[in-house]
């Protein structure tokens, strides 16, 4: 099995970062990680609510909201 050169690059980027971010101690390189990540999520999200056809399915969503508020609620109360 032969791996291909972009898999490769991306393993030595991110065993590098990993190192850089165990000898600096500074927190820009998680928050930077952590934006880059939530922004990931985000165009995925776009991707499932708009589909292929650019029809944007707020059901979704609503279930989501209905989900998080219902969780606060009863984290909250108990």
């Known amino acids: 099995m032969r791996i291909s050169p972009f898999w ?9 970062s990993g190192v850089v971010t165990r ?3 500074n927190e820009y390189f998680f928050f930077a990680a952590f934006a880059v990540a939530q922004l990931i999520m985000l165009a995925s999200a776009w991707n499932i609510l708009g589909g292929y ?12 909201a209905l989900g998080a ?10």
Request: charged share 5%; hydrophobic share 60%.
């Open 8 to 16: 490769i690059g991306v393993i030595v980027v991110l065993g590098a």
């Open 23 to 25: 000898l600096i101690d």
């Open 53 to 64: 056809c650019g029809y944007i399915n707020f059901g979704t969503a609503a279930f989501v």
């Open 69 to 78: 508020y219902i969780g606060f609620i009863l984290g909250k109360t108990f």
